[in-house]
């Protein structure tokens, strides 16, 4: 039997330190043996926001700590670990930095392969931490940076079929919390306000809802709460207005995934058709509800990983590590950090103003 990989991953891209070390199983599943994440929330509370500076220190004073104590959970020698895996991109510079040097001097001093990993693979392999999927499958990516259909062929191996043209998913989320004076990141407290609320008390924009493809636009929204925060006066008003924000996104997504997946049948033929949500906004459990009640519709077979390793961690890391390592896919020690780091680099830059679609 040979023997079995260990894999160091580290995360630092942007408000989450965090670091883990993973193996397999004898049927070639992931084993997590540890799961370190350190959130900088206190740091940038005040801010309303993450202030990349404050966020790179943070990473600085803790990142050896959390390695140490990934490696003391997990039980496993530091010289028994085959590989170590940093996140390289897309995130803040500052901050994807530290653990970027931080997995390369640890490589290069035990004379180990360095593997650097796009964190937003990071999120699409994640269920596979929980749940056996062969490619090709859809993925639908929703986090507080990015908000984007893809089809997944194979390990790296992306087709991007629609993103937001303007803010993602979670930080329409954050958005909306800020105006209705949650402290950030006030994305999973609009669920729970959302609880106590009307969904259909007011009556939100669905900006290219009925052009586009599967391409997103939620700018419009903030903009309309923002309007509709100014005449609001009791608390019920609140709860009110974050049911139909998250009502409206969920419309949103219904129709949307519905034209992803017509999109994936044309480009994949195949009967097992799958669909995997990751990314923080997937933890939201209405969202969730819906997306399984699409693919109960549409027969498909919906896959979320835990709620756990939604939002930023360094599992999905190793993870993509330990699938790179399998393929002997290592980086040089030069690898830079890339602020910019698309999963699929043909697609089209859809940011900005004068999109016409
Ligand atoms: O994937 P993630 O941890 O970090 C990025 O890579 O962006 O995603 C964080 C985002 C934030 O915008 C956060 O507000 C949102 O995910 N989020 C949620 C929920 N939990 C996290 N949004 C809506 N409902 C939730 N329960
Ligand atoms: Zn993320």
New binding site residues.
């Given amino acids: 039997m040979s023997k079995k990989p260990f894999i160091l991953g580290i995360e630092s891209s942007?408000d989450e330190t965090a670091a883990s070390i993973i193996s397999e199983d004898n049927q070639g599943n992931p084993i997590i043996l540890s799961n370190i994440v350190s959130s900088q929330e206190d740091v940038h509370k005040k801010f309303g926001g993450v202030v990349p500076e404050l966020a790179a220190r943070s990473h600085l004073e803790k990142i050896d700590l959390i390695v140490q104590k990934a490696i003391d959970d997990s039980g496993i020698n530091l010289n028994k670990i085959d590989a170590i895996a940093s996140t390289a991109g897309p995130g803040l510079i500052v901050c994807l930095s530290v653990g970027l040097s931080f997995g390369k001097t640890l490589a290069a001093s035990l004379k180990k392969p360095f593997i650097a990993v796009n964190?937003l693979e990071g999120?699409a392999l994640s269920p596979k931490l929980n749940s056996k999927i062969n490619y090709p499958y859809l993925l639908l990516l929703i986090?507080?940076?990015h908000s984007q259909y893809l089809s997944v062929k194979n390990l790296s191996e992306y087709q991007r079929l629609g993103t937001t043209i303007d803010d993602a998913v979670?930080?329409a989320?954050?958005k909306t919390a800020k105006i209705l004076g949650i402290e950030f990141?006030?994305?999973?407290q609009?669920?729970i306000l959302a609880k106590k609320g009307d969904p259909n008390k007011y009556d939100l924009p669905k900006p290219i809802f009925n052009r586009g493809g599967c391409n997103l636009s939620l700018a419009g929204l903030k903009t309309a709460i923002l309007r509709i925060s100014k005449e609001i006066k009791t608390n019920q008003d609140r709860f009110d207005l974050a049911a139909s924000f998250q009502k409206t996104v969920i419309e949103i997504l219904y129709k949307k995934t519905k034209v992803a997946f017509n999109e994936f049948e044309k480009k994949i033929q195949q009967k097992e058709k799958k669909f995997v949500v990751a990314?923080?906004?997937a933890?939201?459990k209405e969202i969730r509800k819906m997306l399984v009640d699409l693919c109960k519709e549409e027969n498909y077979e919906p896959i979320f990983p835990p709620i756990e390793l939604?939002?930023?961690n360094a599992a999905m890391i190793a993870l993509v590590g330990l699938e790179k390592f399998k393929l002997k896919r290592f980086n040089e020690l030069d690898f830079p950090a890339k602020p910019r780091w698309p999963l699929d680099e043909n697609a089209a830059f859809l940011k900005g103003a004068g999109i016409k679609l």
């Fill in positions: 942007c964190h999120h986090s507080g940076g979670g930080e989320f954050d990141p006030g994305g999973p609009i669920e990314g923080g906004v933890a939201n939604c939002g930023d």
